[in-house]
């Protein structure tokens, strides 16, 4: 099902080891921090490709192709490689910087025949977060959403009055208890898939890449910072969510609260097992879940 998905989505990329920042969050991002901002002035150009790194400071770079090849890659690496497509024309798409601050090297190639590209372009770019947190609060390719989204509307009304802690409480008790896995989807879905959190909301339904950034981009539009990961859950590829409370740090680990533990922050097998014990048990097992990417 979803390891199915996830091989052909990631089969382009090479992973190595990365650590993650340990810091405090104070809290304090405003409400707007998740809206993009429109493109400045630190701009690089190649063939057919424009790059605008304006923002970087914000956690995201934006890429723009106007050539007409239909199969073009954006590889963003520090330590480890990052391999998304391009999929639009003349407008930009968006791309998270996800290993904090350093050096990342950033290609665009164009395909040349069957799995065979050709570079397009290569930029180095230095990247110092205003705040570690920013990749995590913005929208993104994979965690796409804006003030319009559907599912910002369900999060704002989900967490009036709510401070973080009841804030992920609710959305993550919404996601469970009202999205069902899609397995017709899980079939038949091909390479390239991106999240239509939307689409996800009105079907009620979706694959575990939907579960995720569906609840991370509610979260993120309340101002938690929120991963959405992709590594194996067992022996499959799987999708679920990491967030970080001021009071608590990541939570990369645990989710499910009952007022004294939580359970592991993957909304798709919770759901998909009703929240049965023995899913319970595997969920709230750390070991069984390796991080490869986040997002």
């Not at 424009?50 to 995201?60: E, F, I, P, R």
């Not at 230095?126 to 913005?138: A, K, M, R, T, W």
Request: contains cysteine; aromatic residues 14%; negative net charge.
């Amino acid at each position: 099902m979803c390891a199915a998905l996830l091989a052909a989505v990631l089969r382009w990329t090479a992973v190595t080891e990365k650590e993650e920042a340990a810091a405090i969050w104070d809290g304090t991002m405003p409400l707007t921090a998740w809206m993009l901002e429109v493109p400045d002035c630190v701009i690089f150009r190649g063939e057919g490709v424009v790059m605008d790194a304006s923002h970087a400071d914000s956690g995201y770079l934006m890429i723009k192709y106007t050539g007409d090849n239909p199969r073009i890659k954006v590889q963003v690496t520090r330590n480890t490689v990052y391999t998304y497509d391009l999929n639009f024309r003349d407008r930009y798409e968006v791309y998270p910087f996800t290993e904090g601050d350093g050096r990342y090297s950033v290609k665009v190639f164009e395909n040349i025949c069957g799995n065979q590209y050709s570079q397009l372009m290569s930029q180095t770019i230095f990247v110092s977060l205003s705040n570690e947190f920013q990749p995590f609060l913005v929208p993104n390719q994979y965690v796409n959403f804006s003030s319009d989204s559907m599912a910002v509307t369900l999060a704002n009304q989900l967490s009036v009055g709510k401070n973080q802690l009841d804030t992920v409480s609710a959305v993550y008790q919404y996601v469970t208890s009202n999205i069902t896995y899609d397995y017709a989807k899980a079939q038949s879905v091909r390479g390239g898939y991106l999240p239509d959190i939307d689409e996800t909301l009105e079907n009620r339904k979706g694959i575990c890449f939907d579960y995720a950034a569906l609840m991370a981009a509610m979260l993120r539009s309340q101002n938690i910072p929120t991963k959405l990961v992709i590594g194996y859950a067992g022996d499959a590829y799987h999708a679920w969510v990491s967030i970080f409370l001021k009071e608590r740090g990541w939570i990369d680990n645990l989710v499910w609260f009952d007022g004294e533990h939580w359970s592991y922050m993957d909304p798709t097998f919770i759901s998909t097992g009703k929240n049965s014990e023995n899913v319970r048990r595997f969920v709230g097992n750390s070991s069984n879940y390796v991080e490869k990417y986040s997002y």
